[in-house]
């Protein structure tokens, strides 16, 4: 039972944890599946060199690989879903051998989560709709994420053991910087249209290159994915076979082709048989006159494609009902503005060990709702069959009393994310608070001065654990002698007549912490924040601000101290970002040195694990390495002070839906969600 004293705490994260679901734009980071902006990016970028074609279309090498982790009968009998056997049966479908790839995927055991996660996977059973629910127009994050097919991918959403998905199979050489891709032979639009090496040219030349199309060449495509790096160059080897090179080693290349950032193979791979009537090297202005007088347009041509094309981020959105697509459901017209229809896409090259071809689910349909109450009422009633984005801790005493009425289970898995990191800007414009904040032991301090426990039990209702891995376990467990100390020794010894220290000039010190509103935990970890430090004479006011205005502070360099979560798992790709400890110092690095301020030599450092990491291919003994260096750095310096980790994750699921982890296995919340392609309704 739930004590009555943490019902205040329990109710400011009705919403905890999920505010970063949000469409947006090409390149995403990866938090939940937020699109953002691509990194900093270079005033006038180079453009990458055009496509070279080989002159005879020699086979390549064959490429090494982790094995996938199911092997495919050496003579399969394929099997497909009734209704698509209906449709064969009527002439509006060719039969199912026709349909899927030479190459086909076997989804098995330990393919999109490992053993350990999901123990007892079977080979599911054809039928049924899967009901959704969301609250945003256009935009159902769960969806999203079921559908989402990257190039290349690796169990849990991770980087580590990293396989083939709609690409067959690759081979890195020369030092990190040749890539060589295999396509899978016979594979098919949803339209039934051949998928080959044409796609990835189109996409490189004609949308990549295109300055009307792509203003800024992609940051993933340049060394180090920087908007500085050096471009990339694409060489055409036959049908099915391409190759990436760089001029210097960048493995890390491998990490966007899988999933980090929420990328799709959309970014690699587009239909050009669709698409080129849209672009103006293949059709002319005459030929769009209608589309272009249908947006209001004179010959802006490129605004008229962009409106064609449907990237990953877009498949929840109804303009693109019936685009031509390689995920397992393709999205139909539903009727109603508020319903989101997807049905199976026929063309599907994935199948599992008994040669079923995946998925196993005829149909998705997702409602919307006016918010995200009203999205958990729908739950309540028992009209939602998978839910992770918009569930909440604080519900748990409701879903616990309806899951048998209503014919769902909670599972409890983990965030992939840190919720919770006191963040610093150690270049905050203060020469006092500069002085303060840049002595470590003053980080060490805050550190000590923070009752994790008491966050773990009043915050996160007790399904989180303390800081252990980006903070030294000797400055995780609250210390207030030890971090008083510390202050003492840096010279902070004079105090005002109420108590509060003082900077060493003998001026108040008074830190102004500013938290946004992107998840309601953010307040009270900023009030429990500020009434410890205030037990060792440190003042701070809390403020909270729109989250809008909270971005463009920290870009103007006008945030002082901040509450925040980031993502030190997983992906790991924020742990060693100069701006985590100073907004100009990240200003400094990411334009090479004519911008902002140089930083020290410990942020310098910072630096170079990054690149090294960018350098590695990513599950390599180098990259885990490197990987595990960049922990340690963040232990050594305390750039940033974190203050709980691996926050549990309520998900809604039917209780008839198989191949669904156990709750409280290791699992991401979000990489369940990631495989609900392989789950089924149990007769």
Known sequence: MFKKQHLFAIVVILTMLLSACAPAATQAPAAEPTKAAEPTKAPEPTKAPEPTKAPEATKAAEPTKAPEATKAPEKPAYTEAPMLAEQVKAGKLPPLEQRLPEDVFVVGPGVYLTKEQLPDWQPGVYGGTLRAAHGVANWAPDIFVAMNEPSLMAPKIGVQGVIGNVIKEYKVENNNQDFTFTMRKGLKWSNGQPVTSEDVRFTWEDMINNEKIYPVFPAMYRVGYKASGEPGKLTIIDDYTFKVSFPAPY????????????????????????????????????????????????????????????????????????????????????????????????YYYKVDTKGQQLPY???????????????????????????????????????????????????????????????????????????????????????????????????YFGYASVSAETVDPK???????????????????????????????????????????????????AELVAANLKKVGVRVTVKAIDSTLHGQKGAANQLQMWVMWSHDQ??????????????????WVNTLGKGGQEPPDWVKKAVDINTRRWQAVPGSDEYNKVVEEGFQWTRDNLPYVNLVEHVKYPMVVNAKLGNVPPSGAPAYAIGVNFSIVQMYFKP
């Open 251 to 346: 493995g890390g290349f491998l990490r966007l082709l899988t999933i980090e950032g929420w990328k799709g193979y959309t970014d690699f791979i587009n239909p050009s048989h669709y698409l080129k009537p849209y672009h103006i090297k293949y059709t002319t202005l005459e030929k769009l006159d209608a589309e272009l007088k249908k947006l209001n347009l004179k010959d802006e041509w490129w605004q008229v494609f962009t409106s064609k094309r449907c990237q990953n981020w877009d498949m929840t959105n109804p303009r693109c009902v019936d685009y031509p697509g390689l995920y397992p459901w393709i999205p139909k017209a539903s009727g109603s503005p508020s319903v989101l229809t997807w049905e199976r896409n026929p």
């Open 361 to 459: 689910i005829d149909k998705i349909v997702s409602t919307q709702q006016d918010n995200v109450e009203m999205v958990n009422l729908k739950v309540l009633a028992g009209d939602v069959d998978f839910l992770r984005e918009s569930t909440a801790l604080v519900k748990m005493p409701l879903y616990k009393e309806n899951e048998a009425k209503a014919g769902f289970r909670i599972a409890l898995m983990e965030m992939h994310v840190d919720s919770s990191n006191i963040m610093f800007n150690q270049t905050f414009d203060n020469p006092q608070w500069q002085k303060v904040v840049q002595d470590v032991r003053f980080r060490q301090a805050v550190s000590l001065a923070q009752n994790r426990q008491e966050m773990v039990d009043n915050v």
């Open 475 to 525: 400055l995780a467990k609250q210390d207030i002698a030890a971090a008083n100390k510390l202050l003492d020794d840096m010279g902070l010894t004079k105090k005002d007549a109420d108590g509060f220290r003082l900077y060493p000039d003998g001026s108040k010190m008074d830190i102004l912490l500013e938290n946004g509103q992107q998840a309601p935990d953010l307040t009270p970890i």
């Open 570 to 587: 997983g992906w790991a790709n924020d742990i060693n970002s100069p701006d985590r400890a100073g907004r100009l110092w990240g200003d």
